[in-house]
């Protein structure tokens, strides 16, 4: 089976460092080959400018070990690296130092202030390559002093900005920009990644982002906790059941979806379609009458069935209807093009009394629940809810850009407290399980940032 990449917290990442320490593995160890990891990668993606001017900013931390060690590596390999020291380093990160001043002794130069920093922005600005290693997954909150100056300095490099595991001035754990945050043409994530990778607008921030693995003992990720994994299309291949080669169309599974309203049949044609894509062998599609031909024109190896309407939508009395349908169904999709009203209200209500053992909500059925929550409680089977982030703040009485910030968090608790698998519509979209476990889907692209599409 593919293996899936773990999401760490910043608290995540110190933990398997202080885990592989206890395993015997040095900090200096582990730093010397992430650092040699970034120098490599960046060869490869900047080939003429890593053998010219490269500048690394290093903080006292991990990060500025990381930088010093990924400069010396460069200059090794024939760039002219100097390296501004802000502060002085601790652990690992002044034993990198020293090995740096041992290779390149008038190469490394300590800054103790603002004024003296700034006095690099021209040299910055010459730099064919630029290290970002000033600030890591320690920082809790805004930067100040000199590590903001130096954020502010970052933004006149006219060479492409190289980030160390993340941006200077991000977040590790979450997707909000609290403060000055680094912008970098490529981000080398340490060891996992970390939300503030993945998430909007921290992510807007990262660039290209790409993973150099850091040798960690398999004993050490035994103990790691992952915030949540990465799902990669390999990784959804070996789930997909195996296709029986003598089935039929009764073999493989039928699926209603409910849905449409005038203006708004091509979503439930597309779901419809969508469902026959993904293998179900047969596909009903219960529509209010008045978009009877449109879908059926559209969907044309779906069972259309019209259904009573008034004012362009379901009518109350299409739910006793869609009951009947329901009997026999494997999969039920209610939400695609739905509307709003009494008559969608009735449906979804109808629906989710009706004890099927797999349901599907999405779009305006979500509008609808949220309008009488009181039907998540005392439900029988399983349920999948689909929401945007806006759909999600209104079921769960949030704030919007709280939530795409902090994606992960609120999936896992709402799937939680709803009993139901959530898929929080992305980028990325984060799958939670009533069980606690988040994957994020980080496939896709904007092709589908148009409505009707989702």
């Not at 970034?38 to 991990?62: F, H, I, N, T």
């Not at 690099?120 to 590590?147: C, K, N, Q, T, Y």
């Not at 978009?291 to 009518?315: D, K, M, N, Q, T």
């Not at 980080?442 to 940032?449: D, P, R, S």
Request: charge should be negative; glycine fraction near 12%.
């Amino acid at each position: 089976m593919a293996r899936m990449k773990p999401i760490l917290s910043g608290q995540g990442i110190k933990e398997l460092d202080r885990r592989a320490e206890d395993l015997g593995v040095s900090p200096l160890l582990l730093m010397e080959a992430a650092g040699r990891g970034a120098a490599a990668r960046a060869r490869e993606l900047y080939p003429r400018a890593a053998r010219g001017r490269v500048l690394a900013l290093a903080g006292k931390g991990g990060n500025g070990g990381d930088a010093l060690c990924m400069a010396r590596w460069l200059g090794l390999w024939g760039a002219e690296p100097t390296v501004l020291l802000l502060g002085e380093p601790q652990g690992a990160a002044a034993l990198q130092a020293q090995a740096f001043s041992a290779c390149f002794p008038d190469r490394l130069i300590r800054v103790d202030s603002e004024e003296e920093l700034r006095a690099w922005a021209e040299a910055l600005a010459r730099a064919e390559l630029v290290i970002d290693g000033v600030l890591g997954v320690g920082l809790s909150g805004p930067a100040r002093g000199l590590a903001a100056a130096a954020i502010e300095l970052l933004a006149g490099a006219q060479g492409p900005v190289v980030a160390l595991d993340l941006p200077s001035g991000l977040l590790a754990d979450t997707g909000e920009v609290t403060g000055p945050a680094a912008w970098a043409e490529l981000t080398l994530a340490m060891g996992a990644y970390k939300p503030c990778h993945l998430l909007p607008p921290a992510a807007a921030h990262c660039g290209r982002l790409e993973l150099v693995e850091v040798p960690y003992p398999p004993a050490a990720w035994e103990a790691a906790e992952p915030l949540a994994w990465i799902l990669s299309r390999e990784q959804v291949a070996t789930m997909l059941p195996p296709r029986d080669r003598f089935g039929h169309k009764g073999t493989f599974g039928r699926v209603l979806v409910i849905g449409g309203a005038v203006g708004m049949a091509g979503a439930v044609a597309l779901a419809a379609e969508a469902a026959l894509r993904a293998g179900a062998g047969l596909v009903h599609v219960a529509v209010p009458t008045p978009i009877y031909g449109v879908v059926e024109g559209a969907a044309l190896e779906a069972l259309v069935h019209p259904l009573p309407a008034e004012g362009g939508r379901f009518s109350p009395e299409a739910a006793t209807e869609i009951l009947r349908l329901m009997e026999g169904m494997d999969v039920v999709l209610l939400g695609p093009g739905l509307g709003r009203g009494p008559g969608p209200a009735e449906v979804v209500q109808a629906m989710l009394s009706s004890g099927h053992p797999k349901l599907v909500l999405d779009a305006d059925a979500l509008f609808a629940l949220a309008q009488a929550p009181q039907l998540l409680r005392g439900r029988h089977g399983e349920l999948v809810l689909t929401p945007h982030p806006g759909e999600f703040a209104r079921l769960a009485g949030e704030d919007t850009a709280q939530v795409v910030a902090g994606k992960i968090e609120a999936a896992r608790r709402a799937a939680r407290e709803w009993d139901a698998v959530v898929a929080l519509k992305g980028p990325p979209t984060a799958i939670a399980s009533p069980t606690g476990e988040v994957y994020l889907n980080t496939t896709g692209n904007t092709a589908l940032a148009h409505g009707g599409a989702g």
